[in-house]
């Protein structure tokens, strides 16, 4: 670690595969807005929907564990549901500071869907997961549950953040499955929160869409007390220090980067230590 890097304990870790995690640091800087923040996307290997689970677990960790090689970190936040129905127990096994991940939020759905139907919109590999399975049927299992896994709406999300227009009929044709069948909309990719406005609009009237970022902000301001209480991490607010982003893909367009992430409040880009 070096000196600069001092004021950095008690940063807050935000990973996802691109910018989708995005909108989980939306809802926790909420909460917290006094802290240190570091986003990490691993731009090299998105998609993450369309990865093998080996090399998933593999990144997640070589790239957490880097990060937290290098800068005093209090907290991480998998962003990703697609990482987070995997990697979890290898990450938790590693690292001894609290790991929130986040997963989609069936329960709260099958609590709010009246007719009983609910709908999850997610990436290809979190609708096939076990772990999503299992919380379907623990919590969902008097409800009809439409599973819709869509790469193209992780690029749209995406491509709207790099400034383009975003497809409605596209949308439109992904958000079929749901139509006139389901009165409640699991959005169980960090990226569909970035297209809450248009999902929405396209949906039209008649659908609940929930996401889990309010949740993760409320663990994560829980998490970080206990610590506090604890006496084990400091409090942040003194040093006029950056929010760092980092990205993975060596051959990355780091002025457009800089450009996209810095509305989020990252004036600082760098690579991924170590990769
Ligand atoms: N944002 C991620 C998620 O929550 C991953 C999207 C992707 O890279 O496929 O699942």
Known sequence: MNLGEVSLVGSILVFDSGFGGLSVLEAVKELLPEKRYIYTFDNEAFPYGE???DTLIDRVNRIILALCETHSISIVIIACNTASTLVLPSLRAKLDIPIVGVVPAIKPAAGLSVKKA???LATPATVNREYTLALV???ANDCEVVLVGSTDLVKIAEEKIQGKIVDKEK???IMQPFKDKVD???LGCTHFPLLREEINEVLGKG???IDSGEAIANRTMQLLSERKK????????SLNEPNIAYYSAKNSDV???NKELAPFGFTEIRRVPFF
Request: aromatic share 6%; glycine share 6%; charged share 35%.
């Open 184 to 186: 409640c909309i699991v």
């Open 207 to 209: 659908y609940k869409v």
């Open 118 to 120: 609910i709908g999850l």
């Open 230 to 237: 604890k006496g084990d991490i400091e409090n942040t607010a």
């Open 171 to 173: 949308l439109e044709r």
């Open 51 to 53: 990865l093998s689970d």
């Open 255 to 257: 002025e457009k980067l």
């Open 137 to 139: 049927n623990e919590f």
